[in-house]
């Protein structure tokens, strides 16, 4: 299994160097490993100790992912001297992240798992670049002790969280890591989709090494699937086309090219790829029992039966000692059985025949249980992302419906104290005068009662569709009660108020309503307008002047708009 870790900001990198080193540390290292070396230069400039942490942990997990135990451990230490004097919740979190990432590496599983966990509990109040790092760990550090069905949940959970932080890369690398961890439990129908997709978004975002990592996942499916013409134009393509020599041992991917030459048996060019200095695995520090099977298939192909069975005896051997997946042990067993027959070694071609069959049968099933699971952890995540896309919706429909009258569909009174005192007090000197209005419908009491209250609804409804055509966008129009609307126009003069009024009011006159005995009638109304100039005034003040001069206007025999009298008229 060859585990991707995680990348992030591809597509809108986090401004800070040392964010944006952990967003790249593990998508490329040499430009994090730069960008953290100049966040900690810059807060070393700056005699900053508390910056220095940051980016400390950054260079730490950078180490940690190319093996670098003894720099990875001195970083974590200082950087954990630094928390004691400069707590940061984030950094602690991170530098207990890098700690479990050490005892994983260390062979600790158990610990790092526990470690993890405790971090993955906390998720909700990370960021979620580092909620998505600990998710991955975790799902790597799990499938390491066989907790495959944990190991499952955290990456699909991880996949969840990489979709919702619209970063590309973190959806590359959870599809990546869900794809190999169910290559490993030979969920292969689910793997290859999985696969497939982490290399066409790698392509997409231009990842070499996110590239690499799955087209060598994908390649070794096909191998096993029988697809070994895709699988070769897959590593010609995108794995020897890619890798180059000075790649650290985790792009080497030898064994996937060696297994796609092989099955279209190209045998001699399998042999000088494996030919290679063989590299370890980072995560397990041991030779890869995949490489050891190519190895004995290349023996048996020169005919050397006696070499291959000695090769494949010792590595079993080791193969019952270290993480080696259960995939792997099933072509140990068999590649052995075949040595054995052709050595006419019976009984022992029998012991690894029948070793094989009971393994393969336990991997067939622990296959069609990952399938199962896949399917019900896929199923509830979707359902909770519908329930939580459903509560945000009802949330926001609540919102509206707070802010807003059930009947015109204007804002309701409450928006309007909302969002006029946010204009007023936005408004500054030089901004230009901010006006209120309050209308109030003439005689409507008498609509409804000789016209019924439906007719009157309409008028209202009405009434509202002409506000919203004869004002701006940016200007607020509520229904402030009954039949009673209040209007907050930013950068607007009281004599541009009264003329918007004026073509209102003519736009109202111009309607024929009909009542619900057939009966025509027009409508018209009456207007308060007040104003803010230099100096801001409470919104609730210049209601009441509009209401001062509303009144005043019903008091004059109605159907005109006044300006209040408490400040003059600007020239």
Request: hydrophobic share 45%; proline share 4%; glycine share 6%.
């Amino acid at each position: 299994m060859h585990i991707s870790t995680p990348a992030g900001g591809d597509t809108s990198p986090p401004p800070e160097p040392a964010d944006a080193a952990l967003a790249l540390t593990w998508a490329d290292p040499a430009q994090a490993r730069a960008l953290a070396q100049q966040a900690l230069a810059a807060a070393e400039q700056q005699a900053d100790p508390s910056g220095r942490i940051l980016p400390t942990l950054a260079l730490a997990l950078i180490d940690l992912r190319s093996a670098d135990l003894a720099p990875a451990h001195r970083r974590l230490q200082q950087a954990e001297v630094w928390l004691r004097a400069h707590p940061n919740a984030r950094c602690s979190a991170l530098a207990r992240h890098g700690h479990a990432l050490m005892l994983r590496h260390q062979g600790d599983q158990a610990q790092a798992v526990a470690i993890l966990t405790e971090l993955h509990g906390h998720a909700k109040a990370r960021p979620v670049l580092d909620a998505f790092h600990t998710l991955m760990a975790l799902g790597t550090a799990q499938g390491m002790s066989d907790q495959w069905e944990q190991s499952l949940a955290s990456y699909f959970e991880g996949l969840e969280l990489a979709r919702r932080s619209g970063l590309p890369s973190l959806e590359v690398n959870a599809l990546n890591n869900l794809g190999s961890l169910q290559q490993d439990l030979y969920n292969l129908d689910d793997a290859v989709p999985l696969l497939r997709r982490s290399l066409a978004g790698a392509l997409a975002i231009g990842s070499r090494r996110q590239t690499i990592f799955a087209a060598g996942n994908l390649a070794l499916c096909l191998c096993e699937m029988g697809q070994a013409q895709e699988a070769l134009v897959l590593a010609r393509t995108h794995l020897i086309g890619l890798i180059r020599e000075d790649d650290p041992p985790s792009l080497q991917r030898d064994e996937e090219i060696a297994h796609a030459l092989l099955e279209n048996g190209l045998c001699d060019e399998a042999r000088l790829v494996l030919g290679r200095a063989p590299a370890e695995d980072v995560q397990t520090n041991s030779i890869s029992a995949y490489r050891a099977w190519l190895q004995a298939r290349l023996l048996l192909a020169d005919g050397r039966e006696a070499d291959a069975l000695a090769h494949c005896l010792a590595s079993q051997a080791l193969a019952q000692e270290d993480s080696t997946t259960p995939v792997d042990r099933v072509r140990l067993a068999e590649i052995t059985a075949e040595a054995a027959r052709r050595r006419a070694e019976w009984r022992t071609a029998f012991e690894h025949q029948h070793q094989a069959y009971v393994q393969k049968d336990q991997l067939l099933g622990r296959a069609a249980k990952a399938r199962y699971l896949s399917l019900q952890i896929d199923h509830d995540l979707r359902s909770a992302r519908e329930e939580l896309d459903a509560a945000r919706r009802l949330a926001a429909q609540l919102e509206a419906l707070a802010l807003e009258d059930p009947l015109t569909g204007l804002a309701n009174r409450r928006h309007l104290f909302q969002a006029g005192r946010e204009v007023l007090g936005q408004a500054c000197p030089g901004a230009g005068v901010v006006c209120v209005a309050l209308i109030d419908l003439d005689h409507f009491k008498l609509v409804n009662d000789r016209h019924g209250h439906e007719t009157g609804d309409r008028v209202l409804t009405t009434f509202a569709d002409l506000l919203r055509t004869c004002f701006r966008s940016d200007d607020i129009c509520a229904r402030y009660g009954g039949e009673e609307f209040a209007l907050v126009l930013p950068a607007t003069t009281p004599a541009i108020a009264a003329e918007r009024l004026a073509h209102l009011q003519s736009q109202l006159r111009g309607v024929r309503f009909v009542g619900a005995q057939g009966a025509e009638f027009n409508c018209s109304f009456s207007a308060g307008i007040a104003w803010s100039l230099a100096e801001p005034v409470p919104l609730e003040r210049l209601l009441q002047q509009a209401d001062d001069a509303l009144y005043r206007a019903k008091a004059g025999g109605r159907s005109r708009v006044e300006l209040a009298e408490v400040l003059p008229l600007p020239a």
